[in-house]
Each structure stands twice: as structure tokens, then as C-alpha cells.
């Protein structure tokens, strides 16, 4: 703006005397050109010629003082580029852009742009108009092609289905019907062995201790898998798959408790433990934190220390497929406004083995 307003000022100035002395002006005015020409290449001797806003204002300025015909001769640019810098002086003159940009409608909220982004990637089947009704229910009024914008400018597509799942998210999405079983061997301080029978649902990561036995038989198992049924109640309808291995324990009556409530059962293929990882992830980690640290004295013993960690693993261990969150529970707690070591309560789990802590209510 500064420099259209000197532009113009110069102009006006120079008019008034090129009226009266017209061929004394355009001689000045050649030798203004020229002069400002060799200062230019003067400062610019050791490299190519580059001309500032003030040089094309000085040579714009005086070209209507000297004759068209004598511009290619007193002027270092050609009559085009002349005539161009005299057309960008006016555009500039008229643009109204940083006006609007302060004036006009506000910029979108950066709060809304990453909830927007955030729809898109964990909803590829949400287009813009569904990312747009979901903002307005959580009281963001946009429109639709300010998601559409957003979208576009982080080269996101701005329609539906823009990319199938990938493996991490289909697999994330079965493991909410998926339940896994194995057996758990616990060496008594005898040196006798019992047997316990672990369920784990893949979703929820919840646990299960079926029971415990010496002498785990097929009829024991079956029993064991209707008292899990029960357990689960009205949650059951919600799997779809029962991971095993091919232990001759599990027999066809026992495949048929679980096909009776439409869950079809998926059988590891033989030395492949890693197709039932979780299962042996939790039986490895009961090891860890509870059985290693005990010495177990018998069946009954052994059910008591596995119903503690179970509840302790359900209802208070953080889990990291759940965003630290136990299996149980379904939000974190409130954050503290002054988090502080005092006022805390600790509970003693299977004599202090594991510990639990909690703020005093």
C-alpha cells in the first residue's frame, strides 16, 4: 500500500510540469532513468541484475513523461515488463485480501481441524457430511464444506470408504467374539501338580479361572465350560469364537456346550502356541506377578490365589490394549487438580505380593 500511494504521489508531481515543458521534461526524465539505471548496475556489478520495488518505481513513474517510441532505448526492461510492473501497482492497489482475511468470516478453530482429522482416521467409512453431523452433536456448528477443506488440504478423500482396514484394525475389531482357553499347570510344595483351566476374552482381555483339579479329565472340562456359560450370562451372545488347542481334554462334549450358544470353535494348529498368544501372554504373566513369588500347598490353596489375582487383574491392573484401563472399567477416573503422594491407600493383594492403590475418599 505504501509504495502504491509513492507511486501515485510521483506521478501527480510530475504531470504538472510535463504539461508546460514537455521536451525538457521527457529529456530529464530520460536522464533520471538512466542515471538511476547506472546506479543500479553499479550496486549490482558482481552478480545478476535484480531490481527492488523502489527501482521499479523509479523507472515506472517516469514513463509517461518519455515518448513510447523511445522506451527500448532508455529503459533496461522491455515495454512489456514496463507495462506489467504498472499493472502489478494497480492490482496491488485494489487488493483488499489482508482486509477480508481481517474482517471476514473467522478462520476455523485448530481444535476442530484435528477432531475433524481424527473422525476421518478412525472412521474410513465416514464421509464429510457424517464427520460434519457428528461435530454438530458435540457443538461444533461447521458446515460441510469446511470438512470437505479439511479433508482436502490434509490429502485426505473427502468421501466415504477411502481405504479398507488395515490388518491391526480388522484383527482389533474380531477380538471383541473371540474367547481363548488353556490350561495352567501349578507345582505344589509337595511337588504334586494341579491343573487349572484359564479363559480369557480377547476383547475386554477379561480373565477367568474355571477351576482347579488334580486330575483334569474330559467329563471335568465339559463341567467347567457350562459353569463359564453361566458366568457369562447374557454376554455370551456377544462372542463368536472359542480358540483351543488340540489337548484330548477338550472333547466333542465339551465343543458342544459352546456350539449350543453359537460359538464356533477354532482349533490351533499342533506346537503353534503363538496362535493362542494372549492365553499364554496371561498365563505367563500370572506366573510373573503371583505363582513365582508363593508356595502353594494344595488345590484349595491354589484356587484362592487365583481368584485374587483375577479380581485384582479385572478390577485394578491397568492394561495397555485398553488405554490403562482395567478390564473392568470403563473410563479413566477424574485427574486430580493437585496430584500428591499423601492420602493414598494401599491394598496388601495375596499378602503384598502386588499392591493396590487408591485416593482416600
Given at each position: 500500500?505504501?509504495?502504491?500511494?509513492v507511486?501515485?504521489v510521483v506521478?501527480?508531481?510530475?504531470?504538472?510540469?510535463?504539461v508546460?515543458l514537455?521536451?525538457?521534461?521527457?529529456?530529464?526524465?530520460?536522464?533520471?532513468v538512466?542515471r538511476?539505471?547506472?546506479a543500479v548496475l553499479?550496486?549490482?556489478?558482481?552478480g545478476p541484475?535484480?531490481?527492488?520495488?523502489a527501482?521499479?518505481?523509479w523507472?515506472?513513474?517516469?514513463?509517461?513523461l518519455?515518448p513510447?517510441r523511445?522506451?527500448a532505448?532508455v529503459?533496461?526492461v522491455?515495454?512489456a515488463?514496463?507495462?506489467?510492473w504498472?499493472?502489478r501497482?494497480?492490482?496491488?492497489?485494489?487488493?483488499?485480501?489482508?482486509?477480508?482475511s481481517?474482517?471476514?468470516r473467522?478462520a476455523t478453530a485448530s481444535?476442530?481441524?484435528?477432531?475433524v482429522?481424527?473422525f476421518?482416521?478412525?472412521?474410513?467409512?465416514?464421509?464429510?457430511?457424517r464427520?460434519?453431523?457428528?461435530?454438530v452433536?458435540?457443538?461444533?456448528?461447521v458446515?460441510?464444506?469446511?470438512?470437505w477443506?479439511?479433508?482436502?488440504a490434509a490429502?485426505i478423500?473427502p468421501?466415504?470408504?477411502?481405504?479398507?482396514?488395515?490388518w491391526?484394525?480388522f484383527?482389533?475389531?474380531?477380538?471383541?467374539?473371540i474367547?481363548?482357553?488353556?490350561?495352567?499347570?501349578i507345582d505344589?510344595?509337595?511337588?504334586r501338580?494341579?491343573y487349572?483351566?484359564?479363559?480369557l476374552e480377547?476383547g475386554?482381555r477379561?480373565?477367568?479361572?474355571?477351576?482347579v483339579?488334580?486330575?483334569?479329565t474330559g467329563?471335568?472340562t465339559?463341567?467347567?465350560?457350562?459353569n463359564?456359560a453361566?458366568?457369562?450370562?447374557v454376554?455370551?451372545d456377544s462372542?463368536?469364537?472359542l480358540?483351543?488347542?488340540r489337548?484330548?481334554?477338550?472333547t466333542e462334549?465339551?465343543d458342544?456346550?459352546?456350539?449350543?450358544?453359537?460359538?464356533r470353535?477354532?482349533?490351533?494348529?499342533?506346537?503353534a502356541p503363538?496362535?493362542?498368544?494372549h492365553?499364554?501372554r496371561?498365563?505367563g504373566?500370572?506366573?510373573?506377578?503371583a505363582?513365582d513369588?508363593?508356595?502353594?500347598w494344595?488345590?484349595?490353596?491354589?484356587?484362592q490365589?487365583?481368584?485374587?489375582y483375577?479380581?485384582?487383574?479385572?478390577?485394578?491392573r491397568?492394561?495397555q490394549?485398553r488405554?490403562?484401563?482395567?478390564?473392568?472399567?470403563?473410563?479413566h477416573?477424574s485427574?486430580l487438580?493437585?496430584?500428591?503422594?499423601?492420602g493414598?491407600l494401599r491394598t496388601?493383594?495375596?499378602g503384598?505380593?502386588?499392591?493396590?492403590?487408591?485416593?482416600?475418599a
Amino acid at each position: 500500500m505504501i509504495g502504491s500511494l509513492v507511486y501515485r504521489v510521483v506521478r501527480k508531481l510530475l504531470a504538472v510540469p510535463a504539461v508546460l515543458l514537455r521536451r525538457d521534461m521527457a529529456k530529464d526524465a530520460e536522464l533520471l532513468v538512466l542515471r538511476h539505471e547506472n546506479a543500479v548496475l553499479r550496486r549490482q556489478l558482481t552478480g545478476p541484475v535484480r531490481y527492488e520495488p523502489a527501482d521499479r518505481l523509479w523507472f515506472a513513474a517516469p514513463s509517461s513523461l518519455i515518448p513510447r517510441r523511445l522506451w527500448a532505448q532508455v529503459f533496461p526492461v522491455t515495454p512489456a515488463t514496463l507495462l506489467a510492473w504498472h499493472r502489478r501497482l494497480i492490482a496491488r492497489k485494489w487488493d483488499y485480501s489482508k482486509r477480508r482475511s481481517r474482517h471476514g468470516r473467522p478462520a476455523t478453530a485448530s481444535a476442530v481441524k484435528a477432531l475433524v482429522l481424527q473422525f476421518a482416521k478412525q472412521n474410513p467409512r465416514w464421509g464429510c457430511r457424517r464427520i460434519q453431523g457428528e461435530l454438530v452433536r458435540l457443538g461444533h456448528p461447521v458446515g460441510s464444506t469446511t470438512v470437505w477443506e479439511i479433508l482436502t488440504a490434509a490429502g485426505i478423500d473427502p468421501a466415504p470408504r477411502r481405504s479398507g482396514p488395515t490388518w491391526r484394525e480388522f484383527l482389533t475389531a474380531q477380538t471383541e467374539g473371540i474367547i481363548a482357553c488353556d490350561f495352567l499347570h501349578i507345582d505344589l510344595v509337595d511337588l504334586r501338580r494341579v491343573y487349572a483351566l484359564v479363559f480369557l476374552e480377547h476383547g475386554a482381555r477379561r480373565l477367568h479361572i474355571a477351576g482347579v483339579t488334580a486330575h483334569p479329565t474330559g467329563s471335568w472340562t465339559v463341567q467347567q465350560a457350562r459353569n463359564l456359560a453361566v458366568e457369562l450370562g447374557v454376554r455370551v451372545d456377544s462372542l463368536r469364537f472359542l480358540l483351543r488347542d488340540r489337548d484330548a481334554k477338550y472333547t466333542e462334549s465339551f465343543d458342544a456346550v459352546f456350539a449350543a450358544d453359537d460359538i464356533r470353535v477354532v482349533r490351533t494348529a499342533p506346537r503353534a502356541p503363538r496362535m493362542n498368544a494372549h492365553c499364554e501372554r496371561i498365563i505367563g504373566t500370572l506366573r510373573r506377578e503371583a505363582l513365582d513369588h508363593l508356595l502353594i500347598w494344595n488345590e484349595t490353596h491354589a484356587r484362592q490365589v487365583l481368584d485374587a489375582y483375577a479380581r485384582h487383574y479385572n478390577g485394578h491392573r491397568p492394561h495397555q490394549a485398553r488405554g490403562q484401563l482395567p478390564p473392568l472399567a470403563q473410563e479413566h477416573p477424574s485427574p486430580l487438580i493437585a496430584p500428591s503422594a499423601h492420602g493414598l491407600l494401599r491394598t496388601r493383594i495375596l499378602g503384598g505380593v502386588i499392591n493396590e492403590y487408591r485416593h482416600v475418599a
